[in-house]
Structure formats: C-alpha cells, structure tokens
C-alpha cells in the first residue's frame, strides 16, 4: 500500500508560482508517479507524469513551459513547480502512484492505482 500527502496549494493571483510537494510511504524511484487535476464540473485531467527511470511525460498544452515535474528521492517526495499561473489552472491536484512497480510509460489514469487526497489550487484574476 501507497500512501499520498500532497501539500503547497492555496490562492494566489494569475501569473504568480506555486510549488506542490507529495509524500509518498513508499519509494518513488520504482513506480512511475503523476500530477493530476480536476476543475469543478470537468474531469480529472492528466498534468505530468514522471517515470520510475526520471523521463518526464510530454505536458499538455495547457501547460507546457510553465510546469515542471520532478522529484527527491532522498526524500520520497514528489514535486510540481507551477509558474505563470493562470485562472484555468483552479483545480484540486492530486498526486498519483502506480499500481506496479518498474513498469508502464504512460500518463494513463488507469495505470494508477494509488491517490492522495488532493490539494487545492486557486487562481484569481
């Protein structure tokens, strides 16, 4: 079992930077791990992901160039570095593991298996 601590969220005004921090029980370096996001009334949506070898999944276009994944293995956490925030960024992230370990190249929701709870991401105009 995995468990997930996200922390780092809050408000703040549109072009202003947030970094988000998950904690995992678990080592990160064996499973590829994921940013995820859900907006009020749309679905949850795929941020990045980091793979158990280090390579970064492709970002969206919604926010290429202004997040950065990226971890500590030291410190089993996992990190999302948000700059240039915008509005259409408010979402509650959640951080994700997957459900095996040294396996999957994806950024598929369904190769995760293990949540956290969520931290809350507010941008203001």
């Known amino acids: 079992q995995v468990q997930l601590l996200e922390s780092g969220g809050g408000s703040v005004q549109a072009g202003e930077s947030l970094r988000l921090s998950c904690t995992s029980s678990?080592?990160?370096?064996?499973?590829?791990m994921g940013w995820f996001r859900q907006a009020p009334g749309k679905e949850r949506e795929a941020v990045s992901c980091?793979?158990?070898?280090?390579?970064?999944?492709d970002y969206p276009d919604s926010v290429k160039g202004r997040f950065t994944i990226s971890r500590d293995n030291g410190k089993n956490t996992l990190y999302l570095k948000m700059a240039s925030l915008k509005p259409e960024d408010t979402a509650m992230y959640y951080c994700?593991?997957?459900?095996?370990?040294?396996?999957?190249?994806?950024?598929?929701?369904?190769?995760?298996?293990?949540w956290g709870l969520g931290t809350q991401v507010t941008v203001s105009s």
């Open positions: 994700a593991a997957a459900s095996s370990t040294y396996g999957g190249t994806t950024c598929a929701e369904r190769e995760f298996g293990f």
């Open positions: 678990a080592l990160l370096r064996v499973r590829n």
């Open positions: 980091l793979t158990w070898r280090g390579d970064s999944t």
